[in-house]
């Protein structure tokens, strides 16, 4: 499993690498309206982009992560109140003395 991890990642940054190669000429951004744009190159505002969308992604992803360990927490106690209601009924005796 490790292996095809790796062959991902070299392929991965391979792309990134002929993209970078391919995507050299330079290009405006202007990122404030009353700023001068800025000359970069194609694939820094690529980079940039990436970069944006994985912070992004983490963000919305450490807040699930965050609900669902508060769900998962809330469960467990259910199910400690659960299990201790079951010892409690077993120790009931099964029927009543008559008078």
Same mark, same amino acid.
């Given at each position: 499993?490790?292996l095809?991890? *790796?062959i ?9 690498l002929?993209l970078?190669?391919? *995507?050299?000429?330079?290009?405006e ?25 994985v ?8 807040? #699930? ?15 400690a109140?659960? #299990?201790? #209601? ?11 003395? #008559?008078?």
């Open positions: 499993m490790k095809i991890g *790796n991902v990642k070299i392929v991965v940054i391979a792309v990134i002929v970078g190669y391919l *995507n050299m000429q330079m290009v951004v202007s990122y404030f309206f009353t700023k001068a744009p800025i000359k970069v190159p194609l694939i820094l505002v690529f980079l940039g982009g990436i970069a944006i969308g912070i992004l992604a983490g963000l919305i992803s450490f807040g #699930e992560k965050f609900k669902l360990k508060r769900e998962i927490s809330s469960l467990k106690k259910k199910i109140e659960s #299990e201790s #209601e079951i010892k409690r009924l077993r120790t009931l005796p099964l029927s009543k003395e #008559e008078k």
